[in-house]
């Protein structure tokens, strides 16, 4: 092991002293070697991408298409991305000069935020959130804004909204995430107007995360872009909707200006993406069978969904609408250990099963529990069966 006296004299950039490791990795990579353990942690698909995808990776790999693209990703990526867009959201797009393509949701953001934060601009965050945006937004020397909106069941209100617009100094944008990791909300339409009329009368930008439209249950998506498109940042990409997470792509759809500016950074920072990628994800946003693909995947999540709210709500945990996604955010039991991370712990002790703890996602997230259902339905009947156990054992002890 090479030591380095750098990392004494503190070489670093000095944004990275308030940057924390994600919690959800950090449980994760805690509890893995468990014996026996079944991980209900992570946020990943657990479907095969589709074989006609993945045809097309392997033509492009067999094509010699090894050279660099360009920054923003190809044309035909990014026509497929607009066209993806105006097919499910009715949103338009113009694939030239108002969408990039990006290494996953997580660089578009990343590439976002260093286009706009300048030291102390602020971030609104409503939450419990995806513990990603703090961080990304410390590191770009911003400050993140948390909002916890647990009272309002787990959806940022106009009110709330418009109270911390005028506490608040430099805020430069909020992040919208919909439906959303980790509580599974969704907005709906009337919600989204009602934000867009408050956020219109401001300079802050919306940065929508819509990386979970596709899996959106109980209604149609709605998307903020097509709302209040003049402020908005679209957030979205294949990872989720056609488990590609590994493939890398995303993309970002905003203003030409703006567009322009992000796509600046982008460009430095990643030249461009990976052209087997990027020919895989154009036939995953276009392709004629891929409509289809995300059907099957979001009928079996629905069932899961289902399955779990029936079997968890029997047990006494209350929960989130889990409209969308594939996360259930439950609040522990009162007649249980209300510390969410001493409950993850004890259940990964006495049942094998993990679930992520709530405060790990910020203000509002105490208390409560993640369970991401992107497992098989076999593995969560397990699931259910170890948490029965574990709270039947519980609530035995207290009466003996
Ligand atoms: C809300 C949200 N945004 C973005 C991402 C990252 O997406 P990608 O894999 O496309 O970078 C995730 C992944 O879990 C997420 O939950």
Known sequence: MIKSKLEQIGIFNDNLNKVKPSPIHSFDEQISNVPNILKLTIGEPDFSVSQHIKDVALKSINADDSHYSVSAGKMTLRQAASYFLNDRYDLNYDAEEEIITTIGATEGL???LASILNVDDKVLIPTPAYPVYAEMARI?????VFIDVSEDDFILTPDRLRKVI???????AIIITNPSNPTGVTYSEAQLKGLAEVLRETNILVIADEIYSELNYDANHVSMAAILPEQTILINGVSKSHAMTGYRIGLLAGPAGLIKKINMVHGFVIMTPSNPAMAAATEALAGVQSKNDTLVMKAAYQERRDYL???MTQLGFEMATPGGAFYIFAKIPDDLN???VAFAYDLVDKQQLAVVPGSGFGPGGESYIRIS????IEMLKIAMDRLKNYCEDKRMSEIL
């Open 140 to 144: 770009n020397g911003g400050q993140p």
């Open 166 to 172: 005028a506490t608040e100094q430099k805020i430069k």
């Open 309 to 311: 709210v029936e079997k």
């Open 338 to 340: 209300q510390n969410d």
């Open 373 to 376: 259902y992107a497992a098989s």
């Open 110 to 112: 990343y590439a976002l």
